[in-house]
């Protein structure tokens, strides 16, 4: 079997690791409900889910957290607030970068949204390095589901074995081994490393 032409990346908790504590507590301070309450909030309510998969857009996303929070800022503050959660992951973008210096292509695969995505392309530089991106909120579909899987392969023209994948979450990285991926299940960047290796690809 041939080794993996591709390395495709996960993003949160791969390459940046997020706190959507650090973004409650600046909306609390505008808003009518308590910093854990909105950190829960946050991190689980379906209003996500709505804008990640692109059924809602900024603005509407925006207009139901007010309605369920009582926030009384801008758009423009929330989406600060908001997307101003992540920190990078340095091994993971060394890692990143060695592949690119081999002259592998490497994409973003991710379940996310579009302030999200602003605020990282701003702040992190490696980011504009990649062949190509997938996001769940262009996609319409959020990862395990097939519709964004099937996204990727044809956006890169590589199918099965051809890909290898990084993913965080068990769901993810089991949908696309059955798919044929090479997927490793992130737990360190050390582990990640030795399955590239393992793999032929570093």
């Given at each position: 079997?041939?080794?993996?032409?591709?390395?495709?990346?996960?993003?949160?908790k791969v390459l940046v690791d997020?706190?959507?504590?650090?973004?409650?507590?600046?909306?609390?301070?505008?808003?009518?409900?308590a910093v854990e309450q909105l950190r829960s909030f946050l991190e689980s309510s379906p209003l996500l889910v709505q804008y990640e998969t692109g059924r809602l857009n900024r603005q509407e996303f925006f207009v139901e957290i007010c309605r369920?929070?009582?926030?009384?800022?801008?758009?423009?503050?929330?989406?600060?607030?908001?997307?101003?959660?992540?920190?990078?992951?340095?091994?993971m973008i060394e890692l990143h970068a060695g592949l690119r210096q081999r002259g592998i292509p490497t994409y973003i695969f991710s379940n996310t949204n579009d302030l999200a995505v602003e605020h990282i392309r701003r702040n992190f530089p490696f980011f504009a390095n990649f062949d190509g991106y997938i996001f769940s909120y262009e996609v319409?579909?959020?990862k395990?589901?097939?519709?964004?899987?099937?996204?990727?392969?044809?956006?890169t023209m590589r199918r099965g074995a051809e890909i290898f994948y990084i993913d965080d979450r068990p769901e993810n990285v089991a949908a696309g081994a059955a798919?044929?991926?090479?997927?490793?299940?992130?737990?360190?960047?050390?582990?990640?490393?030795?399955?590239l290796g393992n793999f032929g690809v570093l």
């Open positions: 079997m041939s080794q993996p032409s591709i390395v495709v990346f996960d993003l949160g997020f706190d959507y504590s650090i973004a409650a507590r600046k909306v609390a301070a505008r808003s009518a409900r369920a929070t009582g926030f009384q800022g801008t758009l423009a503050e929330f989406g600060e607030y908001f997307a101003d959660i992540f920190t990078a992951i340095p091994p319409k579909a959020m395990p589901e097939p519709k964004i899987y099937e996204a990727l392969e044809m956006l798919r044929g991926w090479r997927t490793i299940l992130h737990e360190t960047p050390e582990k990640t490393q030795v399955a």
